[in-house]
């Protein structure tokens, strides 16, 4: 039986996250299927909810055999839930932040050479609207370093060819201006030279016509771009768990591997916290072990050095 009480705590909480947190819609689906898991497991009101209540929650979720990621995801959410019901005064105790998180292997991010990122980038060639859509897609990916949700939300006023600048909303409605390099250019330039013949109506306001477009003229999805990405990937033979994320990935890494400042890379990302980007320092050790060798006064290979 559906506890009324809790799900009107739950429905004002996602409120407080749409209205004022400004959170995408696709977040906002997460928060509430996990809250709704809770809902199912705990019959009593928020002020009654202890410790124990959250503890067999997650226990049930790990006998339910759900991955540890998973699990901890809904803790987090938890945790964010209680938070929000101690400042409306609604619990005494954030009795969330009491359960600890289920112990999760650090997974560095996955990403390409500079060499197989060109070769997948270059892939898509041929005639026609769609091969030039698919290079131009990759190219500003890699290019910005852009989520594939940014990628698909673009719409033609957020880019200025001219200028080489594109604007994104990326997480939590942030916006932010990028640079585009120079292939990425001529790759949407020969792109929206093709694109004419996929469009169904070319008299709307260009702040609201879709950039990337489907065969039908719609806005391309999300899942179209990762299956795009997957299909090139593998015709140059790149096996493994790869997708638009793993070009977001290569772009910070070969951006730190080219001497880029953390700071610098943070901004381009758009992550709120440098320590998201920080994960990428370890991708490449070899190459930093490599720079202190010939830089450091006291390292081996300085012993004939001036």
């Not at 947190?21 to 709704?36: F, I, K, N, P, V």
């Not at 938890?78 to 009491?98: D, H, M």
């Not at 015709?235 to 493994?240: H, N, P, R």
Request: charged residues 30%; aromatic residues 6%; glycine residues 8%.
């Amino acid at each position: 039986m559906e506890n009324r009480g809790l799900k009107e705590y739950i429905d004002r909480f996602l409120r407080h996250l749409d209205v004022e947190r400004g959170m995408s819609q696709h977040t906002l689906r997460a928060y509430e299927g996990d809250l709704l898991e809770f809902l199912n497991s705990c019959d009593k009101i928020p002020s009654e909810i202890e410790m124990l209540d959250i503890r067999g929650f997650v226990s049930e979720q790990i006998m339910d055999k759900k991955s540890k990621t998973t699990v901890s995801r809904r803790l987090a959410t938890l945790r964010s839930f209680f938070n929000w019901l101690y400042r409306e005064g609604l619990v005494k105790i954030n009795q969330a932040k009491l359960v600890p998180s289920p112990k999760i292997a650090k997974h560095l991010p996955n990403f390409l050479s500079v060499d197989d990122t060109v070769t997948l980038v270059e892939k898509p060639t041929g005639e026609g609207a769609i091969p030039a859509r698919d290079h131009a897609l990759l190219e500003l990916i890699y290019s910005s370093g852009l989520r594939v949700s940014e990628a698909a939300g673009l719409n033609d006023g957020d880019i200025n060819i001219r200028e080489g600048l594109v604007k994104v909303m990326g997480k939590g409605k942030k916006e932010r201006i990028l640079p585009i390099g120079q292939k990425a250019l001529k790759a949407l330039e020969a792109y929206l030279s093709e694109r004419a013949g996929l469009m169904k109506d070319s008299s709307q306001n260009k702040d609201s016509v879709p950039f990337f477009i489907d065969r039908r003229g719609k806005r391309i999805s999300d899942r179209q771009i990762r299956s795009m990405v997957v299909k090139y990937a593998r015709a140059i033979g790149i096996e493994g768990q790869i997708g638009p994320h793993t070009l977001r990935h290569s772009f910070a890494t070969h951006l730190l591997t080219g001497g880029a400042d953390l700071r610098v890379i943070q901004e381009l990302l758009g992550h709120s916290s440098l320590s998201t980007t920080q994960k990428y320092t370890h991708l490449d050790l070899g190459h930093l072990m490599d720079i202190y060798d010939k830089a450091h006064p006291m390292s081996d290979n300085t012993e004939n050095k001036g």
